[in-house]
């Protein structure tokens, strides 16, 4: 909701043609349960699970796109290949835009599968132009040395005078899975009845437990784009 009033707040106070504008949405958030996505349009977020090669590494998650050519694969209309090279390609079927009577709701995914050193990447489509699954695979596989930086880098390299869209890339590196939840910790942190304990007492130990759930995962995040295309 505030993302879309935010974008409503720009189509009122900006040039008319701004009224017109709109975007793609991608979201991750790590938990401690886990992790939840929510997406709309075409940019994607993708959950790797790195292993020696990429032939091993293993995409566990990757979003649906919103997209013209999406849906006529399902229907049977277009093959996979023929998407590819297909003038509607860049049609996006769900979009923010501003000024909606009715607001589109995002797709949402919730997972608990994640273990210590899995990559999220948070993507334009740009960033898609020129690489596939199995691309993909192989740079976040073990034989490409380095973390979330280098990873960026290497994607950034790659793509480099041949793609001709905008693109830019969130990458983020699970680097520890601390294994208390955050049931766990209520338990620890379990106040007794309130006729025992304070108010002020009760409210330090919710502190307590807030703090230790926003500390469940730790990951390191790197942005990587670059400037528009001519």
């Known amino acids: 909701e505030a993302a879309f009033e935010a974008l409503d707040s720009k189509g009122d106070n900006e040039k008319p043609q701004s009224k017109k504008m709109g975007t793609t949405m991608t979201c991750l958030k790590l938990h401690a349960d886990g992790y939840t996505v929510a997406h709309m349009g075409d940019s994607r977020v993708y959950h790797f699970r790195p292993a020696e090669t990429g032939e091993e590494t293993k995409i566990v998650f990757v979003t649906h796109d919103h997209s013209l050519v999406n849906d006529l694969i399902a229907i049977g209309e277009l093959t996979e290949e023929e998407a590819k090279y297909s003038k509607q390609k860049n049609v996006i079927t769900r979009a923010m835009q501003p000024q909606m009577e009715r607001r589109p709701s995002p797709d949402i995914y919730t997972s608990a599968d994640v273990k210590p050193d899995d990559y999220f990447m948070l993507c334009s489509d740009g960033m898609l132009e020129q690489l596939d699954n199995n691309n993909l695979c192989f740079h976040f596989s073990h034989k490409m040395e380095g973390g979330a930086k280098e990873k960026a880098n290497n994607l950034l390299d790659a793509i480099k005078d041949v793609t001709q869209d905008n693109h830019s890339a969130i ?48 990951a390191e995040e790197v942005k990587a784009s670059l400037p528009d295309f001519p």
């Not at 520890?176 to 309130?194: C, D, F, K, M, S």
């Not at 007492?201 to 469940?216: I, L």
Request: net charge negative; hydrophobic share 30%; aromatic share 2%.
């Open 171 to 218: 990458i983020v590196h699970v680097l520890e899975i601390i294994e208390n939840t955050q049931a766990e910790l209520q338990q620890e942190y379990r106040p007794g009845p309130v006729d025992e304990v304070s108010e002020e007492m009760q409210e330090e130990v919710k502190s307590e437990v807030d703090k230790e759930t926003e500390m469940n995962i730790q």
